[in-house]
């Protein structure tokens, strides 16, 4: 109990310290920034400036681009000719296959923790190129879909550094396998018209 009390008298006299020192030390820098944050939400009838981590700002920029670029079904038009070629034309892009890795470089602390990927090397192999028969989707109508999956090597240099309290540099070779799928549909191709 005698540990609380010296531990409250303590951070007591600090706060009084506190208390009696800031306001005579002539900065009024934190009570005007204050003041004019809420006079300026006020005009403006919304909230004072809150500050936002980059971390944060890049986390949602991120969501959009992978919502916008890899996040939709693309449903093609119907392919013209009784033996027209159906085969997968787009693999994976590099953007892609590094975004669909275990992310365990972001998050860090800089000079904490800090990890990063070098010398990255891509192997794209598609595994399965099959057609379905036509059918009826809702929203789409009548439509084949076309199965594309892709096999994905990747072969990275991963440092992982540190400079405080223990300076270090480790860096080890990373081999990672990655399954990515790039199904689209297919419009069926009504009958012909005369």
């Not at 706060?15 to 005009?43: H, R």
């Not at 085969?87 to 669909?100: I, T, Y």
Request: charged residues 20%.
């Amino acid at each position: 109990m005698a540990n609380w009390n010296g531990l409250l008298k303590r951070l007591c006299l600090v706060a009084g310290l506190f208390m009696v020192t800031v306001p005579n030390s002539g900065c009024n820098l934190l009570y005007w920034a204050a003041k004019d944050a809420f006079i300026l939400a006020n005009f403006w009838g919304t909230t004072p400036l809150i500050p936002v981590t980059p971390y944060f700002s890049q986390q949602i920029e991120d969501t959009y681009w992978e919502e916008e670029r890899y996040g939709k079904v693309p449903i093609l038009d119907p392919v013209e000719g009784e033996n027209a070629p159906l085969f997968c034309l787009d693999p994976p892009s590099a953007d892609e296959v590094v975004r669909a890795l275990p992310d365990q470089t972001s998050g860090g602390v800089a000079f904490l923790a800090e990890t990063s990927r070098n010398n990255v090397r891509m192997i794209v192999e598609p595994i399965v190129d099959r057609l379905d028969e036509c059918r009826f989707y809702p929203m789409v109508g009548p439509a084949r879909l076309h199965h594309c999956h892709y096999k994905c090597t990747v072969f990275y240099e991963e440092t992982k550094r540190s400079h405080w309290p223990v300076p270090f540099t480790f860096s080890e070779q990373v081999e990672e396998v990655v399954y990515i799928d790039k199904d689209h549909l297919i419009r069926c191709a009504g009958p012909a018209t005369n």
